[in-house]
T-cell receptor, first 114, second 118 residues
Framework: DSGVTQTPKHLITATGQRVTLRCSPR?????VYWYQQSLDQGLQFLIH???????AKGNILERFSAQQFPDLHSELNLSSLELGDSALYFC?????????????FGPGTRLTVL | GESVGLHLPTLSVQEGDNSIINCAYS??????FIWYKQESGKGPQFIID?????DKRQGQRVTVLLNKTVKHLSLQIAATQPGDSAVYFC?????????????????FGQGTILTVHP
């Protein structure tokens, strides 16, 4: 158990809908990272937040947004969902000290868009 | 239409053998190279990292080798155990940019499936 929690574990929804994925980092960690893992694209970095501020962005679609709240939990919002958004979404955290290589991953949220 | 999935390389070994998992990278401007392990149904787990100015680093039962000349990274696992069965990913982080915002931006390779037979 990494200490990172993600809810929900599974999510099934329809095209065009909007969902929110939630992540609680390990106690004391200031950095939260979001990744998408799909069969055709592999594991892809989406976005990094540090202590409430956005620090780095990957190939995150404009339909996707994230935020980190004062209590350090984070939410990833996915809107106007398409079939191709079906994937595993992972959140990871670490203290935020350089070099940031060791990230502690949660169990993931499996999103299915029908 | 038909979706095209990643066809991951596979490595099958006997328990007790040494395993070598390889990774080719293309970005010469990387700061660190990292290995992660992902067991079925779980998130990736950090194994070991190596900075780009090193060529070898050892951990517990694992050794990472970096050959910058041919842009090749390998992970050696000694005395492989059934619990080592997983997908192994190499990843890299970019050199720090002026704003320091590149830290933590892991770029993952496609992965290698390791199966250890008892």
């Amino acid at each position: 158990d990494s200490g990172v929690t993600q809810t929900p574990k599974h999510l099934i929804t329809a095209t065009g809908q909007r969902v929110t994925l939630r992540c609680s980092p390990r106690s004391g960690d200031l950095s939260v990272y979001w990744y998408q893992q799909s069969l055709d694209q592999g594991l892809q970095f989406l976005i990094h937040y540090y202590n409430g501020e956005e620090r780095a962005k990957g190939n995150i679609l404009e339909r996707f947004s994230a935020q980190q709240f004062p209590d350090l939990h984070s939410e990833l919002n996915l809107s106007s969902l398409e079939l191709g958004d079906s994937a595993l979404y992972f959140c990871a955290s670490n203290p935020g000290a350089r070099p940031y290589n060791e990230q502690f991953f949660g169990p993931g949220t499996r999103l299915t868009v029908l | 239409g038909e979706s095209v999935g990643l066809h991951l390389p596979t490595l099958s070994v006997q328990e007790g053998d040494n395993s070598i998992i390889n990774c080719a990278y293309s970005n010469s401007a990387s700061d660190y190279f990292i290995w992660y392990k992902q067991e079925s149904g779980k998130g990736p787990q950090f194994i070991i990292d190596i900075r780009s100015n090193m060529d070898k680093r050892q951990g517990q039962r694992v050794t990472v080798l970096l050959n910058k000349t041919v842009k090749h990274l390998s992970l050696q696992i000694a005395a492989t155990q059934p619990g080592d069965s997983a997908v192994y990913f190499c990843a890299e982080t970019p050199l720090p940019n002026a704003g320091g915002t590149s830290y933590g931006k892991l770029t993952f390779g496609q992965g290698t499936i390791l199966t250890v037979h008892p």
